[in-house]
C-alpha cells in the first residue's frame, strides 16, 4: 500500500500531526513563559526552545528552503520536481507500450506478401491500446 494512492488519508495524517505539534509546542512555550516568571531559568530555557523546534516542525512544510548542520533543502522545489518526474514517467510508459505494439504488429505483419494488413488492424490496435 502506497500513501501516494490515498491523497485524503495523507493529508489527514499531515493535519493531525501538523496539529499535534502546534498544541505540544504552544503548550511548551506558556509553560517555559511560566517557568520563566517564577524564577526557574534552566525549566524555562528547555521549555521554550522545546516549544520553538515542535513549531518549527509543525509548519516545516511552508518552508521554501533549509539549512542546518551544513545541509540545504529545498523542501517545495524537490517536491514538486519529484511529482513532475513521476508524471513524465507514467507518460514515458504509456509511450512505450503504443511504440512497441507498433513495432511488433509491423514486424509480424511484414511477411504478407500476397496481402495488405486488415483496415481493422489499426482499429483493434487503438482499442487495445486505450484499454
Known sequence: MKVEEYPRARTAVVF?????????????????????FHGNQTMAITCLTAGLLLLLAATI?????????????????????????GVTLDQLRHLAEITSRSIVSLTCGAGRVCC????????????????
Open 61 to 85: 512544510d511552508r518552508f521554501e528552503l533549509l539549512k542546518g548542520f551544513g545541509i540545504e533543502a529545498k523542501t517545495r522545489a524537490l517536491d514538486k520536481a519529484l511529482s513532475e518526474a
Open 116 to 131: 495488405l494488413p486488415l483496415k481493422t488492424d489499426p482499429v483493434r490496435a487503438a482499442i487495445s491500446i486505450e484499454s
Open 16 to 36: 493531525i500531526a501538523n496539529t499535534v505539534l502546534t498544541v505540544t509546542g504552544g503548550f511548551n512555550l506558556l509553560w517555559g513563559s511560566f517557568q520563566a
